[in-house]
């Protein structure tokens, strides 16, 4: 973490996320007084200084003295907040976390090549987030760390061979947890339909879902593997699993992932568009 640590960092835009990183690199060492925030809204201004970092409202400012920009706003104004910035970057290393928001985008709006694209997921809100990156060869390794340190702290980092990947990662862990609770929704049905109390449903379903990640993660074994250890020839589980098979559910999520994948992409393309 040292290195991020000896850097300014500014964050335009103060939403959830930006928050989550805000506190993870504070709990890692990060001084308070390193961070700046830019953010129009005045309540999310006055609870970012309550963990003393420097909050504006005004953009130029905001980035004067930063090492690191990372932008954390809504796509849809992501040219808007953009433009005026244009060839203030010299020096700094772009970070955005803006949903679709393609390098060649970016670069074209502040007139900056040194930038990393991230596809964070909702889980590094509790430190467990799982964060895709790709960045051009202009990129260099000393600034793929730093991006790599300023994320750490609120969960897994992964670096992606090509942009083309980061819709993959969009399908996978970017609205990955989103199936995960889906699945939980059900299976809290399902426990209330058995008769179970529906506080005593979800708390054995959110804690068997924990448990299998954390098995998952743990262990030598793949979850293929791990799945065929739990289930015993005619037993309860094999019962479960041919319902799912027969409602071809691995096919489904399958198509599902695709789905996502391809709306990532058709956004991207719009935004482009729209930013021009």
Same mark, same amino acid.
């Given at each position: 973490m040292?290195?991020?640590l000896n850097c300014?960092?500014c964050? !335009?835009?103060?939403g959830n ?9 504070i709990s890692?060492?990060l001084?308070?007084t390193r !961070?700046?925030?830019s953010?129009?809204v005045?309540k999310? @201004?006055?609870?970012l200084?309550?963990?003393?970092v420097?909050?504006? &409202? &005004?953009n130029i400012?905001?980035i004067?003295?930063?090492d690191?920009?990372l932008?954390?706003v809504k796509?849809?104004?992501?040219a *808007?907040?953009?433009k ?11 970070? *955005? !976390?803006?949903?679709g928001?393609?390098?060649?985008t970016?670069?074209?709006?502040l007139a900056? &090549?040194r930038?990393v694209?991230v596809?964070?997921?909702?889980p590094?809100?509790v430190?467990t987030?799982?964060h895709?990156?790709y960045?051009?060869?202009?990129v260099?390794?000393k600034? @793929? ?9 609120t969960?897994?980092?992964?670096w992606v ?8 990662v969009?399908a996978?862990?970017?609205s990955g947890p989103?199936y995960?609770f889906y699945m939980m929704?059900?299976? !809290?049905r ?10 005593v449903a979800?708390?054995l379903t959110?804690q068997?879902a924990?448990?299998a990640a954390?098995?998952?993660?743990t262990?030598?074994n793949t979850?293929a ?5 739990v289930?015993?020839?005619n037993?309860?589980?094999q019962a479960?699993l041919?319902?799912?098979d ?7 999520i399958q198509a599902?992932?695709?789905?996502a ?8 393309q719009?935004l482009s568009?729209s *930013?021009?």
């Amino acid at each position: 973490m040292s290195a991020a640590l000896n850097c300014n960092i500014c964050f !335009i835009g103060g939403g959830n996320m930006a928050q989550a990183l805000i506190g993870g690199l504070i709990s890692r060492g990060l001084p308070p007084t390193r !961070i700046t925030v830019s953010d129009p809204v005045e309540k999310v @201004r006055l609870l970012l200084a309550e963990k003393d970092v420097c909050v504006t &409202d &005004d953009n130029i400012a905001a980035i004067r003295d930063a090492d690191i920009v990372l932008f954390a706003v809504k796509p849809q104004v992501l040219a *808007s907040v953009l433009k005026p910035l244009k060839g203030l970057f010299e020096g700094k290393l772009v970070m *955005s !976390i803006v949903a679709g928001a393609e390098i060649a985008t970016i670069a074209t709006l502040l007139a900056t &090549d040194r930038i990393v694209r991230v596809m964070p997921n909702t889980p590094a809100l509790v430190q467990t987030g799982a964060h895709g990156l790709y960045a051009t060869e202009v990129v260099d390794s000393k600034d @793929r760390e730093l991006a790599s340190q300023v994320l750490a702290a609120t969960g897994l980092t992964l670096w992606v061979n090509s942009e083309a990947q980061i819709d993959a990662v969009t399908a996978v862990s970017g609205s990955g947890p989103a199936y995960f609770f889906y699945m939980m929704e059900s299976m !809290i049905r399902a426990g209330k339909n058995l008769g179970l109390d529906e506080k005593v449903a979800t708390a054995l379903t959110l804690q068997t879902a924990l448990g299998a990640a954390q098995m998952a993660i743990t262990s030598s074994n793949t979850p293929a593997e791990l799945r065929k250890n739990v289930t015993s020839p005619n037993g309860t589980t094999q019962a479960a699993l041919e319902v799912f098979d027969r409602a071809q559910i691995s096919q489904n999520i399958q198509a599902a992932l695709a789905a996502a994948q391809k709306r990532s992409q058709e956004l991207a393309q719009e935004l482009s568009e729209s *930013s021009k």
